[in-house]
């Protein structure tokens, strides 16, 4: 940035970028629980108190990334599906292809099943009731956006569609916390195999629940 001081929207959108970008970068480098203000501010160039005009803390600079993270995503998932899924075959193969589909689409997301795992404990906990509106009304969009592209494959779903996407979700940032596991448990593991019994990789811990709530909801015949 060449100018010192954001004095038109042009300006002030350019630095809320660079903020943004900068964050995202740090995200490649550390999980979320490690993303300071301060760190941020150093990177971006600007004093701490510079950066707040622009998000009103550290939470709300992660919650648009994530809604950004999560429709650059959706995209993606769109043209896999498209290209993964057999659009004569029946309801539970189409059910088994969206499990594998979604379940390694998401594990490779590494930045966004981390934001969704500290959402509800971390990033909503000092954040303003505007800021929590605007969240909630992106959110609510990609959402509805996620359920309409599975619905498309998986029409037998229904209403129960917008349901699954956000328990998907929820469910991937919640497992991604336990993967991979800490050194002292790998080493437990390594000790006593027993004690590892449900050690699974991300993948297939969310396809193997993907798969269970897709085929427990469809419609029998």
Request: charged letters at 25%; a negative charge; proline letters at 4%.
């Amino acid at each position: 940035m060449s100018f010192q001081r954001a004095r038109s929207e042009e300006q002030r959108e350019i630095r809320r970028r660079a903020i943004l970008d900068t964050a995202a970068a740090m995200l490649d480098e550390m999980p979320v629980a490690e993303v300071t203000l301060n760190e941020l501010s150093r990177r971006v160039g600007l004093a701490k108190s510079n950066v707040l005009r622009y998000f009103e803390s550290r939470e709300a600079v992660l919650l648009e990334l994530q809604d950004v993270f999560l429709g650059r995503w959706l995209a993606e998932l769109a043209d896999e599906l498209a290209a993964g899924v057999e659009a004569k075959a029946a309801p539970e193969v189409r059910a088994g292809q969206l499990a594998e589909i979604l379940s390694r689409s998401l594990a490779e997301q590494v930045v966004l099943c981390d934001l969704f795992g500290a959402q509800g404990g971390v990033l909503e906990r000092n954040i303003s009731v505007e800021v929590v509106k605007q969240h909630k009304r992106s959110s609510l969009a990609r959402l509805a956006a996620m359920a309409d592209l599975v619905r498309r494959h998986l029409p037998e779903l229904g209403d129960g569609a917008q349901l699954f996407c956000l328990m998907s979700l929820l469910s991937a940032g919640a497992m991604s916390a336990y993967v991979p596991p800490p050194p002292s448990v790998l080493a437990a593991y390594a000790d006593e195999p027993a004690l590892g019994v449900y050690n699974m990789e991300l993948r297939d811990a969310l396809r193997y629940s993907f798969t269970a709530a897709l085929v427990g909801v469809l419609p029998r015949a």
